[in-house]
């Protein structure tokens, strides 16, 4: 493993164990999330069609509103002061980056995996056209972790944590619409790869920035 991987999880590390310590995610965040997913069908009614076509994308919705909270919780826990003791201890910024971003994909995938289930339950889709989960679920855990991370780092960069929902929120609709795209396309046995597509490159591109983007916007900390 070289230097720049172990750095990486080191760090990932430390935000896991600062999570494990807090709970805010796991005994806050998923609880909140799984009340939202139930207030729809309270308002709706017992209108079961209804519910099964719009259960993925309250789904999606709500795994986007409240992965806005991982990301803020990440922000509010990377403070000036731990800044620069990890550069005084020569971690590579674009390591600090993959590293916080890999703890919140962690973090990601968890609540959605915890909603799942609650969403089918609730929603009363057939778990037979949910497959696609396997695939989807870790592709947008990892691109709302990566643009999440980003947009931290550059609020960070002046001093504004007010600014990550504005930063995550709009630039996060692709893969919210992606993945409703994609639910819509198998519930009507339509061609759903170029959305998958989507969401990887969305990815791609997001880890690309965050790396190429770390030292100077560590620089402009200073």
């Not at 720049?4 to 430390?14: G, H, N, P, V, Y």
């Not at 046995?189 to 790396?211: H, P, Q």
């Amino acid at each position: 493993m070289t230097g720049f991987w172990r750095q990486a999880m080191a760090i990932t590390r430390k935000d896991l164990r600062t999570e494990v310590r807090s709970g805010e995610v796991l005994f806050i965040t998923v609880p909140f999330g799984a009340a939202a997913l139930m207030l729809i069908p309270l308002a709706v009614g017992v209108d079961a069609p209804l519910l099964q076509k719009i259960g993925p994308g309250m789904y999606w919705s709500i795994v986007l509103l409240f992965g806005v909270l991982v990301t803020v919780r990440q922000s509010a826990t990377d403070g000036p002061s731990q800044r620069d003791l990890l550069s005084l201890l020569g971690i590579d910024p674009a390591a600090r980056f993959a590293g916080r971003a890999m703890a919140s994909i962690a973090l990601l995938f968890t609540f959605e995996a915890v909603l799942a289930p609650v969403a089918l339950a609730l929603y009363g889709t057939d778990p037979a056209g949910w497959w696609w989960l396997l695939a989807v679920v870790p592709l947008v855990a990892i691109g709302l972790g990566l643009l999440g991370t980003l947009a931290s780092t550059i609020a960070s960069s002046i001093s504004s944590a007010t600014l990550v929902p504005l930063i995550v929120v709009p630039l996060a609709v692709p893969m919210l619409l992606a993945a409703t795209q994609i639910t819509e396309g198998l519930r009507i046995d339509a061609t759903i790869l170029g959305w998958i597509l989507l969401l990887v490159i969305m990815d791609l591109l997001l880890a690309v920035a965050g790396v190429i983007s770390a030292r100077p916007l560590q620089e402009a900390t200073r």
